[in-house]
């Protein structure tokens, strides 16, 4: 696109400022510069004006889960399923690992952070520590997807050669980057990392699928039999990685996906809970709970929107294959984003200063025709590390990691 052209574009959007160090660039920024604003899709600009309308919900209701007493009645035939789909090469796992972390406020990828005291302990280690113990079991490699970003690729790929991909066998890990998307002021405006660089930040983790195909993993992953993906966040680091029991539970179950979840420690705790929604699976906030529904019981007296996700889910390739179609919605998300101020300084925030737009993976669940929701021990299967210290932190995080024998000193 032309510069006059790349004007009128921003004139039409409000956007001007985002030529405000043009003239300061050299001829192959300018061209770098132009081909960004060109690609920019400015029709998520309209998404901040709704944000604070309340999404119409459907139907909530309770949804059937399979409970830990449940697991524990069948679980040798979960496992005897699980592991025949695992050694039959059908099972995937997606490594959520684009994010970039603004709570721990790290610089790098979060699985490069070290939770070890003296003896480093990184969480990638944990994660592939995690997936080598059902390796150990199946006798054979599962292929890892681990999706990255703009932001963090060089810094993960180096990561994992440097420590020689912690014993897993190279040639079963496969990076992908995610797209990405502008990010904003408060006003709508779009930031300027730098002079010459328009600030984005990734997409969220709703948009792994399409990056997946998108990045050509999607033909060789069917050629080999592929039928299931066990996606999950890179900062949990106790959660069992292509767990047998889980893939048995879901494929005994003739659903088309599963969702581990957690007992929530008091009815108004501050996740999101499954439920059905209009007959389908989904999540409802904990601000979107009343009262009422937050101590609803069920028949068997249980809570009835008892149970949060933790970001474990397994997908059958098929179906997110054909929900690939249909639209997701883009969330407006408030960040802390690095820019470049009026005065030429980078000013990298100490507090959120404005809007991403993050495509979420709860969503996906919703598109799916059924789930199983697959409730796990909080305590062993559930340390996310957001914070550097109180809930969800390294503290509590390490403290979980001692309660289940792991090291960290
Ligand atoms: P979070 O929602 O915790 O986001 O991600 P985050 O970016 O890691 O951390 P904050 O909110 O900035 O502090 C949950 C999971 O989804 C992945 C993360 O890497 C993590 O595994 N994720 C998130 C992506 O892969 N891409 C994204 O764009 C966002």
Not at 122 to 128: C, G, K, S
Not at 360 to 389: G, Q, S, W
Request: proline share 3%; net charge negative; with cysteine.
């Amino acid at each position: 696109m032309q510069i006059t052209q790349v004007k009128t574009l921003l004139e039409k959007y409000n956007q001007e400022h985002l030529l405000k160090y043009y003239e300061e660039l050299s001829e192959g920024e300018k061209a770098g510069l132009l081909d960004q604003i060109a690609d920019i899709d400015f029709s998520v600009l309209e998404l901040i004006k709704d944000k604070d309308i309340e999404q119409k919900r459907g139907h909530i209701e309770p949804i059937e889960v399979c409970t830990i007493e449940e697991i524990e009645a069948h679980k040798e035939r979960f496992f005897e399923m699980g592991m025949d789909a695992i050694k039959a090469g059908k099972v995937g796992a997606v490594l959520l690992a684009g994010g970039q972390g603004t709570r721990l406020g790290a610089d790098k990828p979060k699985g490069i952070y070290n939770i070890g005291i003296e003896k480093p302990l990184y969480i990638f280690e944990m994660i592939m520590k995690n997936l080598m113990d059902v390796v150990s079991l199946a006798g054979v490699y599962i292929p890892l997807f681990v999706m990255t970003s703009e932001k963090n690729h060089e810094d993960t790929v180096a990561f994992f050669e440097e420590k020689n991909y912690f014993g897993y066998d190279r040639a079963y890990v496969h990076f992908f980057k995610q797209a990405m998307a502008v990010a904003t002021d408060y006003e709508g405006k779009i930031y300027l990392e730098d002079k010459g660089k328009v600030a984005t930040s990734p997409n969220g983790n709703g948009g792994w699928f399409t990056s997946f195909m998108k990045a050509g993993l999607l033909e060789p992953a069917r050629k080999q039999g592929m039928q299931w993906l066990n996606v999950f966040a890179v900062d949990n680091v106790l959660q069992k990685i292509a767990d047998p029991y889980f893939v048995g539970a879901v494929i005994d179950s003739g659903m088309v996906s599963g969702a581990k979840v957690v007992a929530k420690a008091e009815p108004k705790e501050k996740v999101g809970a499954i439920c059905l929604e209009d007959g389908k699976p989904s999540i409802v906030e904990y601000y979107e709970l009343s009262d009422e529904m937050a101590y609803q019981k069920t028949e068997t007296g249980r809570l009835a929107y008892n149970y949060g996700v933790i970001l474990n889910y397994l997908f059958d390739i098929d179906t997110l294959e054909r929900i690939t179609k249909e639209s997701m919605q883009l969330h407006v998300v408030e960040k802390k984003i690095p820019y470049i101020n009026d005065e030429g300084v980078i000013i990298k925030p100490e507090e959120v200063n404005g809007y991403k737009f993050e495509l979420l993976v709860l969503d996906m669940v919703h598109m799916m025709d059924n789930c199983l929701p697959y409730e796990v021990e909080r305590n062993k299967e559930f340390a996310p590390i957001k914070n550097k210290t109180g809930i969800d932190s390294v503290e509590s995080a390490r403290e979980l990691l001692r309660l289940n024998g792991i090291e960290v000193v």
